[in-house]
């Protein structure tokens, strides 16, 4: 069961808007749903929320470290309140998934993106859940650093909006420990098919 969500991304109004945010967006909106205030604490390095969902205490997390030290404000707070790496969601930005879908998955390896590199190295393991909120991917690799810090176009952030909606949805299974449902209901998460044009009328 997850019992800390972590969203990735970078403190400031320049970065608000930029792919890279896409965690952030996310947990915001977890906020939302959950009607919970994300506040800064300065023992924990981030935005926090706490609060009880069915019985359970939920926290919410977003390190305002910058990307690059995110594990630094992760750890403080999983080692605090003994939360387990399985226990935890880290929600990030990511290049291999298109932008409208998600992936979740656990464990693996950092795959080169510098938050969960930081947090891999503070928790010292990679064994935690991770939700990947397609960005897409610029094409070329000499791009990747401009691209994740850049505003989407307005189509790519309704579609990467849309997905975060879609994929809230299974935050009850999140929260229940029913993982192989979670995962179902975000890998199913598609974006609805556009609606063909309409005949011309005779």
Same mark, same amino acid.
């Given at each position: 069961?997850? *019992?800390?969500?972590?969203?990735?991304?970078?403190?400031?109004?320049?970065?608000?808007?930029?792919?890279? @945010?896409a965690g952030f967006w996310w947990v915001d909106a +977890?906020?939302?749903?959950? *009607?919970?205030?994300?506040?800064?604490? #300065?023992?924990?390095?981030?935005?926090?929320? &706490?609060?009880? $969902?069915?019985?359970?205490?939920? /926290?919410?997390?977003?390190?305002?470290?910058?990307?690059?030290?995110?594990?630094?404000?992760?750890?403080?707070?999983?080692?605090?309140? *003994?939360? %387990?790496?399985?226990?935890?969601?880290?929600?990030?930005?990511?290049?291999? $998934? $298109?932008?409208?879908?998600? #992936?979740? #998955?656990?464990?693996?390896?950092?795959?080169?993106? @510098?938050?969960?590199?930081d947090i891999h190295a503070q928790l010292g393991t990679?064994?935690? /859940?991770?939700? &990947?909120?397609?960005?897409?991917?610029?094409?070329?690799? %000499? =791009?990747?650093?401009? /691209?994740? +810090? #850049?505003?989407?176009?307005?189509?790519? &952030?309704?579609?990467?909006?849309?997905?975060?909606?879609?994929?809230? *949805? %299974?935050?009850?299974?999140?929260?229940?420990? =029913?993982?192989?449902?979670?995962?179902?209901?975000?890998?199913?998460?598609?974006?609805? &098919?556009?609606?063909?044009?309409?005949?011309?009328?005779?």
């Amino acid at each position: 069961m997850i *019992k800390l969500f972590v969203g990735l991304g970078n403190p400031g109004p320049e970065y608000e808007a930029t792919r890279h @945010n896409a965690g952030f967006w996310w947990v915001d909106a +977890l906020a939302r749903d959950l *009607k919970l205030h994300l506040a800064h604490d #300065k023992g924990y390095h981030g935005l926090v929320a &706490r609060g009880t $969902v069915h019985g359970q205490t939920v /926290w919410l997390l977003e390190p305002l470290t910058f990307m690059n030290l995110s594990g630094r404000s992760v750890a403080a707070l999983a080692r605090f309140y *003994k939360i %387990a790496p399985e226990e935890i969601l880290v929600v990030h930005d990511e290049l291999d $998934v $298109v932008p409208g879908q998600a #992936k979740l #998955k656990f464990g693996g390896s950092h795959a080169g993106h @510098n938050g969960l590199r930081d947090i891999h190295a503070q928790l010292g393991t990679g064994d935690y /859940w991770r939700l &990947r909120v397609g960005i897409g991917h610029p094409g070329v690799k %000499a =791009e990747v650093v401009n /691209w994740v +810090l #850049k505003k989407p176009s307005p189509e790519q &952030r309704e579609q990467i909006e849309g997905c975060i909606e879609r994929t809230l *949805k %299974a935050t009850p299974a999140l929260l229940a420990g =029913e993982m192989d449902k979670a995962t179902l209901i975000v890998h199913t998460s598609k974006p609805p &098919r556009p609606k063909p044009p309409r005949p011309p009328e005779a």
